[in-house]
């Protein structure tokens, strides 16, 4: 689809990762749990998966936990530490910011006792660390902050969150569906406890992620699926072979920088009256732009037959202006005139 600028939301499975996986749809079918030749022919290809998404940040292989996506890896990294402290109840931070799958977790767990501090960002999404060093209490067991805003494209300073938490003696979870493969991750150097990561945004398939959790067989965390024992109790369920082969796949075939072809669809955009939100440190793949009137956006669409976002996949079918915009302080009108448009995403080199 030459007109699809929705990347964010989703990317195609690329024909590696289709290759990669089609023999384990119907060749190599067999249960991995299984003792037989075959069963432990597959098991060893998710080991070997296992092992290459652990690579991309810097874990162990027996920390990968996998996940039917990023949005079971968030809840069962909150849910998993929150449920711990179910009789004494506990603190978490997070902020208003996150994916509606953090926010609404949150919102579950407040209705059980939790307490909850929501961190509110700058005018360009950014989460200062000195407010979330300010929200601890006595009672805080978990920081839970994204690492690249969905919306936005804002990249946060989650080392320094790490660090406040490591300091802390507080467990620190990142939500990095939009970072993992496009921005570089060392979960020590970061001093990460806990990272979701997410198939279809990497040109993987849908249905499929993961949680990185330090320690993991040492970990008390709580699983949220009970099964025959898979991803060490953890998470329950038979695993599905060819999409965690496809997420292997994935990492593994992954397009390093093109930013040049960025900086000249950039150059056409800004032929039209609009601002970027997000300021400077955003994922240059990531366009959250507001036209300055309807009449803009009218000669706009005109123009450019994309297919492209007003806010995030999740906010699509609503009609109430999307929660990240307001709580940078769009009004309801410029969110309405704000559009999110997303290229396809490549590894970021920094030097």
Excluded at 23 to 33: D, I, R, T, V
Excluded at 101 to 128: A, H
Aim: proline content about 4%.
């Amino acid at each position: 689809m030459n007109n699809y600028y929705d990347y964010a939301a989703s990317t195609p499975v690329s024909d590696a990762v289709f290759k990669k996986m089609f023999p384990w749809l119907n060749e190599s079918f067999a249960n991995p749990s299984a003792a037989h030749v075959e069963g432990i022919k597959a098991s060893d290809a998710i080991q070997e998966a296992r092992e290459v998404i652990a690579d991309e940040i810097g874990a162990m292989p027996s920390e990968i936990i996998f996940t039917s996506g990023a949005s079971e890896a968030n809840n069962l990294a909150i849910k998993g530490v929150a449920f711990q402290f179910l009789n004494e109840k506990c603190h978490i931070i997070t902020s208003s910011i996150e994916h509606k799958c953090v926010l609404n977790t949150c919102d579950f767990l407040e209705k059980l006792g939790f307490e909850v501090t929501y961190i509110q960002p700058n005018r360009d999404g950014l989460i200062s660390p000195n407010e979330v060093k300010k929200a601890i209490q006595e009672n805080t067991k978990l920081i839970s902050i994204h690492h690249v805003n969905n919306e936005l494209g804002t990249i946060q300073p989650i080392s320094e969150f790490g660090e406040i938490a490591i300091e802390h003696g507080i467990l620190f979870h990142t939500d990095a569906a939009q970072s993992f493969c496009k921005l570089n991750i060392d979960v020590d150097d970061m001093d990460i406890d806990f990272l979701s990561l997410s198939g279809h945004k990497i040109y993987g398939p849908k249905g499929i992620g993961a949680l990185y959790v330090r320690d993991a067989r040492d970990s008390e965390l709580v699983p949220l699926i009970h099964g025959g024992g898979q991803e060490l109790g953890l998470r329950g369920g038979t695993s599905p072979t060819p999409l965690i082969i496809g997420l292997a796949a994935a990492v593994q075939y992954f397009p390093e920088n093109t930013a040049d072809s960025v900086e000249v669809f950039q150059d056409k955009l800004f032929q039209y009256s609009c601002v970027r939100n997000g300021g400077n440190e955003v994922l240059p793949t990531i366009l959250n732009i507001t036209f300055s009137s309807l009449e803009d956006v009218k000669k706009f669409k005109v123009d450019n037959e994309w297919l492209i976002s007003q806010g995030s996949a999740c906010n699509a079918m609503s009609n109430v202006a999307s929660h990240v915009l307001s709580n940078i302080g769009l009004s309801e009108e410029e969110a309405r005139l704000t559009y999110r448009i997303s290229l396809p995403p490549f590894r970021l080199i920094i030097d």
